[in-house]
């Protein structure tokens, strides 16, 4: 028995099954996590992420916080409404989550993960004493996600004239206020798409009103697969404490010139001695799937393994993140006691609903 | 609710097994399995001509959250497979008891299904498993 987002009632009406994720009782799909990725690439779907945690960060001194608080420099964010990805890091320059912060003039909106919410909380609690700012959860609200080449006219079908003037208005990346829902031109598929917070009591009634309007519940095995396809890493499986965003395909998302971080003085150390491990992108065309935690070979030696691997519907055949000690040569995959040939790409790996990436 | 058809017998592993007019034994894995694994993306067949004995790996599922091994029900022959799997293995999601069928069998003996489970029994098990 775990937690339920507002709209549940209406996964298992829908004919969810349910799993628990991170002591939450989500749906993991409705029937076909592969129609439900399918649908995502070529029309719309939706995703209840009521699970997430979002948390307000008000004050006068917001920004000089933030400023520390994350590997990204918050500064960037000069425009009403806009959003930065970023990692929050530890002393040791270890990843402590990945989080999406929005710019609410002046104040600040930040989504972080559903398994961290905790320690997320207590860090930045703690480390917000020093600085005239605020941290408070909102537990009160839900969030829900529409992403898909057809999503922003769905949404656009049911809402009303303010909230549609106020998408109309955002640009890529951009998100804004109409009355008590926030809306946003981001997602974790790779589609053009929104994601809206608002408050619990009117997310249900929002939800039936796009699935009647043709919009299809999504499931978090879809979830995984579109984010994968986009390039997009998941906390937990690609990066953790133990590793830094230089060994996670995050150094762009980190700013080292006139910004003082949390974990910038480690991260300047690994980059004298040299970062010796990457995050890469695999490529499997033989039969079979790549698989979190299969071993990686480079000429007999392993060399690192996989962090998240999948069977990539848009591709048709599997395709990974794998973390492996920089190397050169012809990678290879352990699968249940056989070797698999592998390509090295840099991710992402599917883009508007085709393959794009290069070999290296 | 998955269904058990009572015209096939059942191994614990989950396959289920028909004996044909032919005397050929015809091989799948059950409406409880496909369910289990979720969406079917590959499936790795035995060839035409293996000997089998009962209980052997005959082959894997390969599906969007595990690969499985399936292993033959009972000793025999492999005079079949369905190849229409490697093109469509979402069959054994769609239909695992018609078109999802995985391959047949010269069975050694054929008196060899008595050995299997009704569907009866098979249902408990999976019951049991799902406590």
């Known amino acids: 028995m775990g937690l339920k987002t507002p709209m549940y009632e209406q996964h298992v009406t829908a004919g969810a099954r349910i799993v628990d994720f991170g002591g939450w009782d989500m749906p993991v799909h409705y029937g076909s996590q592969i129609e439900e990725h399918h649908k995502v690439r070529q029309d719309a779907g939706m995703f209840d992420v009521s699970h997430m945690t979002v948390i ?15 590997a ?43 398994g961290t919410r905790e320690k997320d909380l207590a860090w930045i609690s703690q480390q917000a004493e020093a600085f005239d700012c605020s941290v408070t959860e909102r537990p009160e609200l839900a969030i829900i996600a ?46 053009k798409g929104l994601e809206i917070i608002l408050p619990a009591e009117e997310a249900r009634q929002f939800w039936e009103d796009l699935a009647n309007n043709g919009v299809r519940p999504i499931g978090l095995g879809a979830r995984d697969t579109l984010r994968l396809e986009a390039g997009m890493n998941l906390y937990g499986n690609d990066m ?9 395909n995050m150094g762009s998302t980190v700013v080292l010139e006139d910004h003082e971080f949390i974990g910038k003085s480690a991260l300047l150390k690994k980059l004298d001695k040299g970062t010796r491990e990457q995050l890469v992108g695999l490529v499997m065309t033989e039969r079979g799937i790549l698989r979190a935690h299969y071993p990686v070979f480079c000429n007999g030696q392993q060399v690192g393994e996989i962090t998240s691997g999948a069977f990539s519907p848009t591709l048709r055949h599997s395709i990974a993140l794998a973390r492996i000690s920089v190397a050169t040569g012809e990678l290879t995959v352990g699968i249940r006691k056989k070797q698999f040939a592998v390509q090295r790409v840099t991710p992402p790996f599917v883009r508007n609903g085709k393959q794009v990436y290069k070999t290296l | 609710m998955a269904e058990f058809p009572e015209n096939v017998r059942y191994a614990k592993t989950h396959e289920w097994a028909r004996l044909e007019d032919d005397g050929t034994v015809t091989i799948g894995i059950s409406d409880h399995a496909q369910d289990a694994l979720g969406d079917v993306v590959f499936v790795e067949l035995p060839e035409e001509g293996d000997v089998l004995g009962a209980g052997d790996e005959a082959g894997v599922v390969e599906s969007v959250k595990a690969a499985s091994d399936i292993y033959a029900p009972i000793a025999g022959r492999v005079a079949a497979i369905n190849n229409e799997l490697e093109d469509s293995p979402e069959a054994v999601n769609d239909s695992p008891f018609g078109e999802g069928w995985f391959y047949k069998l010269t069975p050694e003996n054929s008196d060899d299904m008595n050995s299997l489970l009704s569907a009866g029994d098979y249902q408990k098990i999976c019951e049991e498993e799902s406590h």
Do not use: H
């Open chain 1, 146 to 191: 529409v992403q898909g080449p057809n999503a922003m006219a769905a949404v656009d079908k049911v809402v009303g004239n303010e909230t549609r003037s106020v998408i109309k208005s955002l640009k890529i990346f951009q998100g804004g206020y109409s009355s008590t829902w926030f809306i946003a031109r981001t997602g974790y598929t790779g589609e």
């Open chain 1, 240 to 248: 953790d404490e133990s590793v830094s965003p230089l060994e996670s």
């Open chain 1, 72 to 114: 990204n420099d918050i500064c960037k964010l000069t425009l009403s409404g806009k959003a930065l990805y970023s990692a929050m890091l530890n002393e040791k320059g270890g990843v402590l989550d990945d989080l999406i912060v929005y710019d609410n003039n002046g104040d600040y909106l930040m989504v972080v993960n559903c």
């Open chain 1, 56 to 70: 307000d960060i008000k004050g006068s001194e917001s920004q000089a916080f933030l400023t520390r608080l994350l």
